[in-house]
């Protein structure tokens, strides 16, 4: 082990590490997002403005973004450098319950969550646009993207599905 990244007051559901290796991002009952320094083992930011657990985050490839899906029915999008302050460039909405998980394309151009109300939606990270829902039969728990854009996966209750975005559009 190089490092045990401490500092949640909660359980810690989640966690993300940035395509370079750089930085760590975790998600926690606490309500808070934490980011840190892989090499340091430090806490470089604590994010803060859900109201209730956070259930999973996502980095974008770049480190610039996090993303983070929470109780309280919202998923966050941040801007990493600027995380100290605690502002979100974005919240969304739109699941008709907790969203569970979320993920970030390679390319940086989308977001999937991933949502107990049995949905997945896919949004464009520059507007915060949903642009499709799609509709499972199972609650959904997480949701991964391939470092060769554009596949995802998602865990359900009944299994792992596996997606393709295909301009904007999904396909099983």
């Known amino acids: 082990m ?5 500092g949640h007051t909660g ?12 930085w760590v991002v975790s998600a926690s009952d606490d309500k808070t997002v934490k980011i840190w320094n892989r090499e340091s083992g430090e806490m470089v930011h604590s994010l803060q403005g859900h109201t209730n657990g956070v259930r999973g985050c996502a980095m ?11 109780d309280d029915g919202t998923l966050k999008i941040w801007a990493r450098e600027t995380g100290e302050t605690g502002e979100t460039v974005r919240t ?5 319950d907790l969203f569970s ?4 394309s390679a390319d940086g151009r989308w977001i999937v969550s991933a949502s107990s109300d049995k949905t997945l939606k896919v949004w464009e990270m ?7 829902t799609l509709p499972l039969e199972t609650p959904l728990y997480d949701v991964h993207f ?6 995802f996966a998602v865990a359900g209750e009944a299994g792992v599905y596996f997606f393709e975005l295909v301009q904007g559009n999904t396909s099983t």
């Not at 998980?101 to 970030?104: D, K, P, R």
């Open 11 to 22: 359980e810690v559901n989640g966690c993300a590490i940035s395509a370079d290796g750089r």
């Open 126 to 132: 520059q507007n915060g646009k949903c642009l499709c």
């Open 2 to 6: 190089v490092h045990a990244l401490q």
């Open 92 to 96: 969304l909405q739109g699941h008709g």
């Open 60 to 70: 974008s490839a770049d480190g610039k973004w996090v993303v983070s899906a929470s």
């Open 146 to 151: 391939s470092s060769e854009s554009p596949y």
């Open 101 to 104: 998980g979320c993920a970030v």
